[in-house]
């Protein structure tokens, strides 16, 4: 006989049955919570400010970020840091704009770099590390001077008065990026240096939150190609998809495919998206984002560069509006359109509330109340 702990077999038969019926009730609690929780999807290509959204809805109706959780990015953060005054510096070079005399054996260094060499050495100069002596802390402050003198020479402002041009490689906003202090030894992480690097997404992310006594659980997901086959696990019971197409992509390729233009593949994947059988009456909420950069690109690349029947007086932002309209093949359901800001976390905090207002309407009106 096993009975433990000096407990009889009747004791146990209760214990147990008790503890049965707490966690069935806990189940079942569970059950009747994620039912009400609203279930909102954050799909879209690769790129198109999916995370951004996030992070701002994560920080302003979440439970935002503790200092330690921001300085998880530190490291990816420092090696974006780095990739982005690669691929400036090798812009620099393409376009045959040389750098500062004093700046160009180093710049020739950092070409030949492998990405994996940023981490490392980033990795080795931290004194918590296991790979850590005291020579490698000397040679990283000697380079992280070289970067930022690189990253401040007054010949990269060809780059930085036009980031349109060169936008595969390196974000729109990468003065600001390169003007920061980020590879400091003593570089603290910030929500507003968080959003506005890029971080590839690989994995399923969620958050669960309250607006107006209503829970919402938000998930993101990453948009490049070899991404989108994970996006079907997350569909079921979603109650809305929240999605992000970013407006400056009208002349710009995929990153995984240069054949394929990035607006036309968005426009694609939206139309797949919303109208196969398990979305097609979800009602959709469509960010067409980055629309602080379209105001000035649209100023120098035309778009009838890629949309030959866009005419005027029809005005951009609108015309790329009603394509992304136009493919909703349910007139019976509603697409709620937005020109948003991801990296402004007003903007997202108006959109946001105006969109729970809007889904709760329409759940109203679902279960016959109007
Ligand atoms: N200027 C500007 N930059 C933005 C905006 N939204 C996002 N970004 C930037 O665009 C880049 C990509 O944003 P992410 O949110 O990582 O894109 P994503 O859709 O999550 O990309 P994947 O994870 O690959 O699917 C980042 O550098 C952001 O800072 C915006 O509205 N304006
Ligand atoms: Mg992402």
């Known amino acids: 006989m096993f009975a433990c702990c000096g407990s009889s077999n009747k004791d146990v038969n209760e214990n147990e049955k008790l503890v049965t019926q707490k966690f069935d009730r806990q189940l079942e609690q569970q059950n009747k919570e994620s ?8 799909l879209g290509s690769g790129d198109s400010g999916k995370s951004t959204f996030f992070r701002q809805i994560q920080n302003n109706f979440g439970t935002g970020f503790t200092q330690d959780q921001l300085n998880t990015y530190k490291l990816p953060i420092q090696t974006a840091f780095l990739r982005n005054l690669q691929a400036a510096t090798s812009i620099m070079e393409q376009i045959r704009q040389s750098v500062d005399e004093s700046n160009s054996e180093f710049a020739q260094q950092l ?12 990795m080795s100069s931290n004194k918590e590390n296991e790979h850590y002596t005291e020579d490698s802390t000397d040679n990283y402050s000697t380079f992280v001077d070289k970067c930022y003198k690189l990253a401040r020479d007054s010949n990269m402002k060809t780059i930085f008065e036009a980031p349109m041009c060169y936008q595969l490689k390196i974000p729109a906003h990468v003065k600001t990026i390169l003007q920061s202090s980020v590879l400091d030894q003593n570089y603290t992480v910030s929500v507003n240096d968080l959003v506005r690097y890029r971080l590839k997404t690989t994995q399923v992310q969620q958050i669960s939150f309250k607006v107006q006594g209503r829970s919402f659980r938000l998930i993101d997901v990453g948009g490049q190609i070899a991404e989108r086959k994970k996006w079907s696990a997350i569909f079921k019971d979603a109650a809305s998809i929240v999605y992000v197409a970013s407006m400056i992509d009208y002349d710009l390729t995929l990153d995984e495919d240069p054949s394929v233009n990035r607006m036309v593949d968005s426009l694609q994947l939206f139309e797949q998206t919303i109208n196969c059988e398990t979305f097609r009456s979800t009602p959709i909420i469509l960010l067409l984002n980055k629309f602080d950069l379209f105001k000035t690109k649209v100023e120098t690349v035309p778009l009838r560069n890629t ?17 992304f309209l136009s493919m909703n093949k349910n007139p019976r359901r509603q697409i709620y359109s937005f020109f948003s800001t991801a990296i402004d976390g007003e903007i997202v905090n108006e959109i946001f509330k105006t969109s729970v207002k809007i889904l709760l309407k329409e759940e109203m009106s679902r279960l016959g109340f109007e």
């Open 35 to 42: 039912k009400l929780e609203i279930k909102l999807l954050l």
């Open 111 to 122: 070409l030949q770099m492998q990405p994996e060499v940023f981490q490392t050495m980033i």
């Open 307 to 323: 949309f030959k029947d866009f005419k005027e007086p029809q005005e951009p932002h609108k015309y790329i509006q009603d394509r």
